[in-house]
């Protein structure tokens, strides 16, 4: 009578640890303290679910063969999908990564990593503090008061303002002084940033209406004049992060630009995008419009980010005239895109840095990118020599250390590629993807590159603090 298989089936079945047994079970009770009884809880009954349809279609497909269960095995097999479950949520958390690549400001580790003094004042800000608190009088301070004051010293703009970042700054500068009228902007500067910021469609959102003026390589002045009308209300220049023209163009001066904007009564407005508050042309970074530069070129707004070059935390920083800014603090959209406590807090510590001139020390964007070849040579040559004692002379892989380029990253100057040396890894059987996977997949992910079937290590990218753990990560994933 009936079919065996679902006769055994339903016996297996039948030894299935319930919710509550699991719950007891040694790993479970391991991971409740972190995981909490509730969370755990719903965790199990999935566990249990899962083994539940695996052992049914198991079963179904193994015909006639024996399969011994028990209501051990059962238990141990539960316990372990409950711990597979968890260990792949607490995974899926943010985490911090050693950043091999080379890129340095990496859009997908987040950017800019903060200075040792921002993470301080994180921390100290992270409690209650005097975010719109006068410590003198007792009374109700201003919001961003001492960023913003750091921001006008600067860069000598009269005022400055804060909101979430770049986009946001572009968003509300344009919705307040653009809304309703004509924004001009040169075809060669109609770009794309990443992550769905284009300027055209940034311009639509906000109300205006784009006039397109030059070509894609070429925009003189008299193109900028002929255009301006009766209904435009700002004059927007947009530096093109993220790509570079080069042979035959043209574009007018800012100064130029700030001349012709103001006899024509509009308002001038850049998008400097990574916002260099010092001369950056030390790195290779000449393109970089210098803030103070643009605001004494007659910039009446310029807007860039926190995260960039900068190399403080996520914002768009927004400098200029003042009775402009005030417009714009009063704004019902500035309200909704303004900025929390430990962003401000992070933003003047990092603006400390750049005037107290120990910036290209203590940020570590600039201390990276101002990395030479030899120094990076000298700390490579000492981490091969660790890496092979460690390993040992039997081991077999491939380590060398080969000439190679690091990237500046976050959209910003393409065209610099600073000189690097590179660790190139090649294991004699695993595959460099296997390799790669390996090594973001250890408790502190490293995250490398790949090249020609070789896995590569820049040490540019890597804070002289993690060379320890990336040698025993190393070693682990190559035995
Ligand atoms: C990066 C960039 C933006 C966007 O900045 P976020 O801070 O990422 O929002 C806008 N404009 C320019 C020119 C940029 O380079």
Known sequence: MGNPQVAESAAVLRMLPSTDDLLMSSIAQKLMPEAGRKRLTSLARRAIEELRAEITSNISERGGREEIYSKESLLGAASKKLEDLWLSHR??????????????????????????????????????????????????????????????????????????????????????????????????????????????????????????????????????????????????????????????????????????????????????????LLDLGKFGLRDEPLVSRSIADGADIVTFSGDKLLGGSQAGIIVGRRNLIEQIRKHPLYRALRVDKLIYAALEATLESYLREDAEESIPVLRMLSLQKEELEIRMRDLVKRLRDSIGKTHTSTIEIIPGESVVGGGSAPAVRPETVLLAIAHPTMSCDELEMKLRSAETPVIARIENGRVLIDLRTVQAGEEDRLIEILVTALS
């Open 91 to 276: 995974g899926s958390r943010l985490r911090a990564v050693i950043n091999a690549t080379g890129v340095v400001i990496h859009t997908n580790l987040g950017r800019a990593p903060l200075s040792t003094d921002a993470i301080r004042a994180i921390q100290n800000a992270a409690g209650y503090c005097t975010l719109e608190y006068d410590l003198a009088t007792g009374s109700r301070g201003k919001r961003g008061e001492s960023v913003e004051n750091l921001l006008i010293e600067m860069t000598g703009a009269e005022a400055a303002l804060v909101v979430n970042n770049c986009a946001a700054a572009a968003f509300v500068v344009l919705t307040v002084f653009a809304k309703g009228g004509a924004a001009i902007v040169s075809r060669g500067e109609l770009v794309e940033i990443g992550g769905d910021f284009r300027i055209p469609d940034v311009l639509a959102q906000s109300g205006a209406t784009l006039k397109e003026v030059g070509t894609t390589n070429r925009t003189k002045l008299s193109d900028y004049e002929n255009a301006i009308g009766e209904n435009t209300k700002v004059v927007m220049r947009v530096h093109p992060s993220n790509y570079k023209i080069v042979g035959f163009t043209e574009k007018p001066s800012l100064a130029d630009l700030a001349e012709l904007s103001h006899r024509q009564g509009v308002l001038l407005y850049e998008d400097a995008g990574s916002g260099a």
